[in-house]
C-alpha cells in the first residue's frame, strides 16, 4: 500500500490537505444572488434550474467556517453570504422555520423538514464560531424552532416533516434526520456550552443502539408514529434520496462516528463509561463494511442492502466512502487497533483511483457498480460537506466537533 494512503504517515497529510485545497475552491460559486446555494455541476458551476435547498446553503455554512479557519481566502464573504441567505430568502417569516428549498421561479418547496432545521442549526453554530455578527441570531432562532417543533421531550426523538404552516404533522418518523439532530445538537453544545443539547443527543443515541443491536446491527431507517419499526418503508422506491428501503450501511458508519463523539464528549472524566458506546460503534462499522464493501465483487460500498444484508442499490454514494474513511480513522484513534488504520488505506486508495474527479474537481457524488460515474440519484456535485470532513475528521480529536476541533487546533500531528 503507497504511504500517502497510509494514516499518519506526512505522504496521507499532505493528500488531504490536497484534496481539502481543492474542494474549497471548487466550491466557491454556490452564491446565489439572495445569499442561498446553488446546486452545483460536475465543474462546480452552478446548475441554476434545480432547487437551492436550504440544507446545501447550511452546509456551505459550516464548510466555509472550516474553510476560515483553514486559511481560505473567501470565507468571510461566503459564510457572510449564506447566513444572509438563511436569515433571509430561506427562511418563512410568515409560518416560521425554513423553506426545504427555494424553487428557480422564486417559489419554494411544501413541507418543512426536521433535516433541514438540523443543519441550520450547524450551519448557526458555524457562524457564531466564526464570529458573523448575525451568527447567534441565526443560532437562537434555529434553536427556538427546533425545540418548539421538532424535540419530543417525552420521547427523547424528534419528528420529521410538518406542512408548510407547522399546523400539520406527517405520521412518518426517520432516522435520518434524528441522525443530523445528533451533529447539530453536538455542535451547539460545543459552540454554545448549553448541555442540555449533548443529554439529548445520548436518548437518540439510546435509542438507536437498541434498535441496531435487536436488528443485528443494522439499523432500521423508517418508523411508524408510534416509532415501530417499518421495515417495508419505501420497497418500491429502493434508492430514495433520503428515505431508500433497507438497511444503509452508510449510515451504520456515520451513526458510529457520531456515537464515539458524543461519548467521549459526555464521560471525559468517567472513560469506563464510554466503553460500551465504542463496543457499539465498532459493531455498527463492521456490519455496514461487511455488507456493504467489495460486496459484489468491485470495490466500493453499496448504497443499501436488504435485512439479509445482501445489496440491493449497488450504486456507490461519495458521502458514504466519507463516512467510512471518517469512521476508520476514529475507531483507530480510540482502539488502537490496526484493522482500522487498514481499511482507511484501502479506503483512501479507492477514493483516490475511482471516487476523486481529477480533471474537474471535488467527488464524483455516484458511481454505479462498475466504478463509472452516474447520476440517477446524485447528479453533478451539489456540496462539499461529506467530502471536506473527510479530509479533516481523521486527524482531529474525535470528542469535538470538527469545526471547533480546527479552529482550536487540536489536532493529531502537524498537518
Request: a negative charge; aromatic letters at 12%.
Amino acid at each position: 500500500m503507497e504511504k500517502k494512503y497510509q494514516i499518519d504517515t506526512e505522504e496521507n497529510k499532505i493528500f488531504m490537505r490536497e484534496i481539502r485545497e481543492n474542494l474549497l475552491h471548487f466550491g466557491r460559486q454556490f452564491p446565489a444572488p439572495d445569499g442561498t446555494c446553488y446546486y452545483l455541476g460536475d465543474d462546480g458551476t452552478p446548475w441554476k434550474s434545480y432547487n437551492r435547498e436550504t440544507y446545501a446553503t447550511s452546509r456551505m455554512t459550516h464548510v466555509y467556517t472550516i474553510g476560515k479557519y483553514l486559511g481560505c481566502k473567501d470565507s468571510d464573504r461566503l459564510i457572510d453570504s449564506a447566513v444572509n441567505g438563511l436569515l433571509g430568502a430561506a427562511r418563512d417569516k410568515e409560518n416560521g422555520g425554513w423553506y426545504s428549498a427555494l424553487t428557480e421561479d422564486g417559489g419554494h418547496s411544501k413541507n418543512k423538514l426536521c433535516y433541514a432545521h438540523a443543519f441550520v442549526i450547524l450551519a448557526g453554530s458555524g457562524a457564531v464560531l466564526a464570529g458573523h455578527p448575525r451568527g447567534k441570531e441565526l443560532l437562537d432562532m434555529a434553536l427556538e424552532t427546533y425545540d418548539r417543533y421538532f424535540w419530543n421531550e417525552e420521547e427523547g426523538l424528534s419528528c420529521d416533516t410538518w406542512n408548510t404552516e407547522f399546523t400539520v404533522k406527517d405520521p412518518y418518523r426517520g432516522l435520518n434526520a434524528n441522525m443530523h439532530t445528533v451533529e447539530a445538537f453536538l455542535a451547539a453544545a460545543d459552540v454554545t456550552g448549553n448541555e442540555t443539547y449533548r443529554m439529548r443527543c445520548g436518548r437518540i443515541i439510546n435509542h438507536v443502539i437498541g434498535w441496531a443491536e435487536s436488528n443485528e446491527w443494522r439499523i432500521p431507517e423508517h418508523y411508524t408514529s408510534d416509532w415501530e419499526p417499518d421495515l417495508e418503508c419505501n420497497k418500491d422506491h429502493p434508492d430514495d434520496q433520503f428515505k431508500p428501503y433497507g438497511a444503509t450501511p452508510g449510515h451504520g458508519l456515520e451513526w458510529a462516528r457520531l456515537i464515539v463523539q458524543w461519548a467521549l464528549s459526555s464521560f471525559k472524566d468517567e472513560k469506563d463509561r464510554a466503553v460500551p458506546y465504542i463496543t457499539a460503534a465498532e459493531n455498527l462499522f463492521n456490519r455496514a463494511i461487511e455488507d456493504g464493501w467489495d460486496a459484489d465483487g468491485a470495490a466500493g460500498i453499496v448504497y443499501t442492502t436488504g435485512w439479509d444484508g445482501k445489496p440491493i442499490v449497488h450504486d456507490r454514494m461519495h458521502w458514504v466512502l466519507a463516512e467510512a474513511v471518517n469512521t476508520a480513522a476514529v475507531l483507530f484513534r480510540v482502539t488502537g487497533k490496526q484493522k482500522y488504520a487498514d481499511e482507511y488505506s484501502e479506503f483512501v486508495e479507492y477514493l483516490d483511483r475511482k471516487v476523486l474527479d481529477h480533471k474537474n474537481g471535488s467527488w464524483f457524488h455516484q458511481m454505479d457498480r462498475n466504478n463509472v460515474p452516474n447520476g440517477t440519484v446524485w447528479p453533478g456535485k451539489p456540496d462539499l460537506y461529506h467530502a471536506i470532513q473527510a479530509t479533516l475528521i481523521p486527524y482531529y480529536t474525535p470528542e469535538l466537533s470538527i469545526a471547533v476541533a480546527v479552529k482550536e487546533g487540536k489536532i493529531h500531528g502537524k498537518m
